[in-house]
Each structure stands twice: as structure tokens, then as C-alpha cells.
């Protein structure tokens, strides 16, 4: 364990979190809360790197996609993410920076290993190189909360723009006559 404290600097806002031990660190890149584009600060700011570049996250992975879009690196907690949002499948190629290696997913040895056809909450950390211990089961529980709360806001913004939608087709029906193309 570091004696150093970390500071993690989100690109998508710039909010800082931190300071915080490595641990933390490390279970908030297990979760897939740290992108290929934080940085990481290990003197109290004064310095920030990519988070791919701290060897401890285990972020040495490349998802290709479909579309031939790069994503990463990352690591496997994120790609299993993914996966279980359906966000990609076994099909697509990751890239291991290490070794410069490509395979499909779905011949890693890490992933026929894992129960991949049933994601939940109990599977989302195999794989990762982390220990499972009470913190990690109520770091997932947070997520699976903080997820669902998403998922409904979201499903709640659909719903209005669904009405919103249909408001405004039936006002072009009544002053056209006709549905829109």
C-alpha cells in the first residue's frame, strides 16, 4: 500500500476527487469511474498524468469498435461495463498495450472464464485483478443504486420528449391534414 495520496481529475467537468490512497484509486478504476482521460496527481497537484500511465490501474487495454473507434486504455472492469450495457459483445478486438497483442474478446481466457452470459453486480469485478472484499461488494452496491437512479432520470427525460413529440405531431396534423413524413 502507498503512503502517497492521489488526487483524480475528471476530464468530462474538471472536478478534482481526492486526496485519497491508492486503493481507492484502484477500486474506482475496478468500477470504470476513471476514463482514459483523467489525470492523476501524486504530488498534491502539482503534476497530473493520463491515467492510463499509472502502471497501478491496470489500464493497458484497447477496445476497438465496431466502427473502428479506439477507446481505452482501459481496463477489464470497464470492457465488462460495456458489456453489460450492451455497449459492445464478444466480437469486438481489444488491444493489449503491453504486448501489442490483438484478440477478440471473446477468446481471452479472462473473459470464457468469466460467467459473461449473466452480468449483474456479483460479476462485474471478475477479472480485474482486485481482491472482493465487503468495501468493493458496497462500492458495487452504491453503483448499481447510482446506476438505476441514471437510468430512471434518463427514462423520465425520454418520457417527456416522447410526449413533447407527440404534441407537436398532432399540431402538424391539425394544421396540415396530414402526418409528418
Known sequence: ???????????SDKEVFGPTDLDTLKSWA??????????????NRQTWSRAPMIPELQ?????????????GPT???T?????????????????????NTESRLGELGWFRASPHQTRSA????QGTGYDRSPATDDA???????LERQTMELQRVVDEWQQ????LKQQYIESVGRDPL
Not at 487495454?61 to 473507434?69: K, T
Open 30 to 43: 475496478a468500477e470504470a469511474k476513471i476514463s482514459p482521460l483523467d489525470k492523476i496527481s501524486a504530488d
Open 75 to 77: 481496463n477489464v472492469a
Open 1 to 11: 500500500m502507498s503512503a502517497r495520496t492521489w488526487f483524480l481529475l475528471k476530464a
Open 140 to 146: 458495487a452496491q452504491r453503483r448499481i443504486a447510482a
Open 59 to 71: 489500464m493497458d487495454l484497447l477496445i476497438q469498435m465496431p466502427d473502428n473507434y479506439l477507446y
Open 79 to 99: 470492457i465488462q461495463e460495456f458489456l453489460a450495457t450492451g455497449e459492445i459483445d464478444e466480437n469486438v478486438t481489444i488491444i493489449n498495450c503491453l504486448d
Open 164 to 167: 413533447a413529440y407527440l404534441r
Open 122 to 125: 456479483t460479476t462485474t469485478f
